[in-house]
């Protein structure tokens, strides 16, 4: 508020009872406000739409919670709950001297903990607005940025969030999927955040986010699946986020319990080769 003799008169502030600033321009107004809303208390006088469940990220904004489902395991893995627990998490400090290098790479020692062999993809950890998502596929292949409608629910969002989208995607189950609709948050990675629109679609999936190309060429983030680490620069130096193999390896096992048994490929043993040689050339064999 500042020495008494130094306020403005003129400006009052009806939440301090004084004088030097006004009511709308009071930050700590604002911050106490949003903490009702966050806390729910506020919920019968907030609008509806889009931006206003949407939280304005920054580095040292707490996670509001955390995300994580796995479905379809056995019960010691089966977890699918929201923690509201910030005061377990840390805030992240930045650096406080800028770094000149832009050269990302990667070597032996970004091995450490990582378990060799494997064939796992990348699968991490992002705060999307304060909340913490832990099952984020990595996929190079799709330019989209795909969120489940799950994890959709979870961060409190109804339909009615939702902007329209015009185009279908394609190769979900082989034929067209249309979204639900779109829905643009701030997605933080270590000191960077940047808005993302998502794709909600609904449909049965392992993961909460897949992030694609998009997403990568606009954090200029490469990524090694074989070390598990996604590298991507800042204003303070180069930033890592490190993939997690046992989650990684709990979605594949979700996946392949639930694959289609048509498309299952039984072998046989054959005896007699030579007996098959013909067969489909002939069409009244082609039965046969």
Known sequence: MGPPDTRRRNKRCEY???????????????NHLEELVQDGRLAQHVQKNN????VALRPDSPPLGVIHMIYNLPSSAKVHTIQLQ??????????KRRHETRRISFNVTDLVGVTLPHTNPLVIELCVNRFTIELVLIDQGITSKIMYYKTFVKLGFTNLDLSPTDYPLFSFNASPKYPLGNITLPV????????????VVKLPSPYDLIMGKIWL???QAVLST??????????YGIEQIRGSQKLAQACYLVVAAKRPKELEVNSIEVPNRE?????GKIPSEKAT
């Open 226 to 235: 074989y070390h598990q680490l996604l590298l991507f620069p800042t204003d």
């Open 275 to 279: 007996s098959f040689k013909n067969i």
């Open 51 to 54: 931006p206003s469940n949407t």
């Open 217 to 219: 060429h606009t954090m």
């Open 188 to 199: 933080r990675v270590g000191t960077r955040s940047v808005d993302v629109e998502f794709m």
């Open 86 to 95: 910030p005061s377990l998490h840390k805030p992240i400090t930045p650096a």
């Open 16 to 30: 301090h009872k004084d004088h030097g600033h006004d009511t709308a321009n009071c930050y700590a107004l604002k």
